[in-house]
C-alpha cells in the first residue's frame, strides 16, 4: 500500500510538472523576431547608391589598369555581397541574439525553460548562416584578388611602361589610404556596426548564468566569440573604410597600376585574414548551439528526473 501511495505521488508530481510547462508554453510570447528581419532590400537608398558609386569608380579603375573588360565583376559582386552580409551581422543578427539571451541573462526565467533555449538556437542559427554567407563571399573575394592580381603581373611583364617603378617588398599590410578618404554615409555605416555591437553585451554575460551551458562550453566558447566578432568588425573596417574608399577616391597618376597592385594585394590579405577568424568560429558557435539544442535539453530534464527517482 505505501508503494502505491508513493508511485501515485510520483505520477501525480511528474504530471504537475508537464502540466506546468505546458501553461508556461501557452503563456509566453515568442520574441518579436519581426523586429529583426529586413525586407528582401537590406539596405536603405544612400548606402546602396554610394556603395555602388565607389563600387563603379573600382571597375573603372582596374578595366584601366588590366585593359580587359569584364574579369573584375566577380571581386566586384564578393565587396559588394560581403559588405551586406556583414551589415546583417552586426546590424541585425548579433542584436537578435542579444535580445533572445536577455530574460535568461537577467534571470527572468529559469536556465532550462524550453521557449527561451528554443529561440536562443534559432538566433544562434541565423548568426551561422549569416558567416556562412560572409565566408562564402570572403573566399570568392580573396580568389578573385588574386586572379586580377595575377592578371595584372603578366600584363606588366609584357609591358614594363606600365609600372612606374619596380615594386619594393612590401610590408604585411601594403598601402596607406590617405587620411579622411572615407565617405560619410560609409564611415557612419561602420560606426553603426561598431556601436551596435560594442552595445551587446559580452558572450560571457549572455551564456554565463549558471545551469545555461557547461562550464566549460560557457568559459571558453564565449570569450573566442567575443575576441573574434572584434577581429571581424576590424578587418571589415580595413576592407571597406580605408582600402575600398582610399583607391577610389586617388587622383589618376602615373603609379596607378602600382597603386591597383598595391589594392588588391592588401584586400587578399585581409580576405585572408577573415577566412582565417571565421575559421575559427565555428567550433565555438557549434558548442553552444548543440547545448541550447531541444535534445540536450531533454537529456538534462531526464537525467535529472532520474537522479530524483534514485535518491526517492
Known amino acids: 500500500m505505501l508503494l502505491l501511495r508513493e508511485d501515485l505521488g510520483t505520477m501525480g508530481g511528474h504530471q504537475a510538472r508537464l502540466k506546468r510547462e505546458k501553461e508556461l508554453l501557452t503563456a509566453t510570447p515568442w520574441p518579436a523576431a519581426e523586429r529583426y528581419q529586413w525586407d528582401d532590400e537590406l539596405e536603405d537608398e544612400e548606402r546602396e547608391t554610394g556603395l ?8 573603372a579603375r582596374l578595366e584601366q589598369g588590366l585593359q580587359r573588360t569584364g574579369v573584375q565583376e566577380p571581386l566586384l559582386f564578393g565587396l559588394r555581397h ?6 546583417t551581422l552586426y546590424l541585425r543578427r548579433l542584436p537578435a541574439l542579444g535580445a533572445a539571451t536577455r530574460p535568461l541573462m537577467d534571470g527572468l526565467v529559469p536556465p532550462d525553460y524550453l521557449p527561451t533555449r528554443h529561440a536562443i538556437w534559432l538566433a544562434l542559427r541565423e548568426v551561422s548562416d549569416n558567416l556562412l554567407q560572409c ?3 570572403c573566399k570568392l573575394l580573396t580568389s578573385a584578388s588574386g586572379g586580377l592580381l595575377d592578371l595584372l603581373d603578366r600584363r606588366s611583364a609584357s609591358d614594363p611602361t606600365t609600372m612606374a617603378s619596380a615594386m619594393p617588398p612590401l610590408p604585411a599590410i601594403a598601402s596607406t589610404p590617405p587620411a579622411g578618404c572615407c565617405p560619410l554615409w560609409l564611415r557612419q555605416q561602420l560606426t553603426s556596426w561598431q556601436q551596435d555591437y560594442q552595445h551587446l553585451p559580452p558572450f560571457a554575460l549572455q551564456f554565463g548564468r549558471p545551469g545555461s551551458l557547461p562550464a566549460e562550453v560557457a568559459l571558453e566558447s564565449s570569450a573566442r566569440l567575443d575576441r573574434a566578432f572584434a577581429l571581424l568588425l576590424e578587418e571589415a573596417g580595413a576592407i571597406f573604410g580605408e582600402l575600398l574608399p582610399g583607391l577610389t577616391q586617388q587622383k589618376e597618376s602615373e603609379g596607378a597600376a602600382r597603386e591597383l597592385a598595391l ?3 592588401d584586400v587578399t590579405q585581409h580576405g585572408e585574414q577573415m577566412q582565417l577568424i571565421l575559421d575559427g568560429l565555428w567550433e565555438p558557435l557549434s558548442a553552444i548551439s548543440e547545448a541550447f539544442g531541444v535534445d540536450a535539453l531533454l537529456y538534462a530534464l531526464q537525467a535529472r528526473e532520474n537522479k530524483g527517482r534514485n535518491t526517492a
Open 82 to 87: 560581403l559588405f551586406h552580409q556583414l551589415a
Open 263 to 265: 589594392f588588391l594585394i
Open 135 to 137: 565566408d562564402l563571399f
Open 52 to 59: 555602388s558609386a565607389l563600387l563603379t569608380v573600382l571597375s
